[in-house]
């Protein structure tokens, strides 16, 4: 059974820090990853996307990284703003099946 | 197209009663999934349809759930003899299916908390 973990559960950091984010999961059969931001009381919106072939993608001041082998994901964000306080989530698509499996998050907050 | 959209975005209910919840997806999207989540955690599966037809069902679908997507378009989920562990938000996504660029990533909409009293 598939499990994801993120770790840390919440991060605190100043307006300007460069930050990683880490999600890992326990079956490394995945089809995609995919990395969700939540806002509070709100939906999700998806952030980036990668596919089990890739090794990373990047928008704008995000990247992320994929170690399918190791069962591992980070999102870097650089040049951290306030504007990125919210809950980043990490989710993974097994090879047959089309539902995400999600981790429960990290809560970050960028301090002004 | 403005989006995934939801309804009601709350509801407050008895226990007992029963609960419809709706969702508008992407109009080109053919595939919908439902999703709940509660404080603190990650969304978890409930069901997913491409087009009409319901390809996966998870086990916390008791037999309370139900969900309909009559016409491949908007999608319906009721919960019936509604519990206090119901309470939660449901997420409703939709996605194009396909190995295009921009397929297989889910749009959520914002949701529809409820809260069972």
């Known amino acids: 059974k598939q499990e994801v973990t993120q770790i840390p559960a919440a991060l605190s950091v100043p307006e300007g820090e460069n930050l990683v984010l880490n999600c890992s999961f326990t079956?490394?059969?995945?089809?995609?990853l995919q990395w969700f931001r939540q806002d509070p009381g709100k939906g999700l919106t998806s952030l980036l996307l990668?596919?089990?072939?890739?090794r990373e993608q990047t928008s704008g001041r995000l990247n992320a990284s994929l170690d399918k082998s190791s069962g591992r994901s980070t999102l870097y964000i650089a040049a951290s703003q306030p504007g990125d306080s919210a809950t980043y989530l990490c989710?993974?698509?097994?090879?047959?099946?089309?539902?995400?499996?999600f981790g429960t998050g990290t809560l970050l907050a960028v301090q002004p | 197209d403005t989006g995934v959209s939801q309804d009601p975005r709350h509801k407050i209910t008895k226990r007992g009663q029963n609960v419809t919840f709706r969702c508008d997806p992407i109009?080109?999207?053919?595939?919908l999934y439902w999703y709940r989540q509660t404080l603190g955690q990650g969304p978890e599966f409930l069901t997913y349809?491409?087009?009409?037809?319901?390809?996966?069902k998870s086990r916390l679908l008791s037999d309370r759930f139900s969900a309909e997507r009559p016409k491949g378009s908007f999608s319906t989920l009721e919960i019936q003899r509604t519990e206090q562990g119901d309470s939660a938000m449901y997420l409703c996504?939709?996605?194009?299916?396909?190995?295009?660029?921009?397929?297989?990533?889910?749009?959520f909409g914002a949701g529809s908390r409820l809260t069972v009293l």
């Open positions: 996504a939709s996605s194009l299916g396909g190995t295009l660029t921009g397929a297989n990533v889910l749009t």
């Open positions: 079956d490394s059969a995945i089809y995609n």
């Open positions: 990668i596919q089990s072939s890739q």
């Open positions: 989710a993974v698509r097994g090879g047959a099946t089309n539902k995400l499996i």
């Open positions: 109009s080109e999207h053919n595939r």
């Open positions: 349809f491409q087009n009409e037809a319901q390809l996966e």
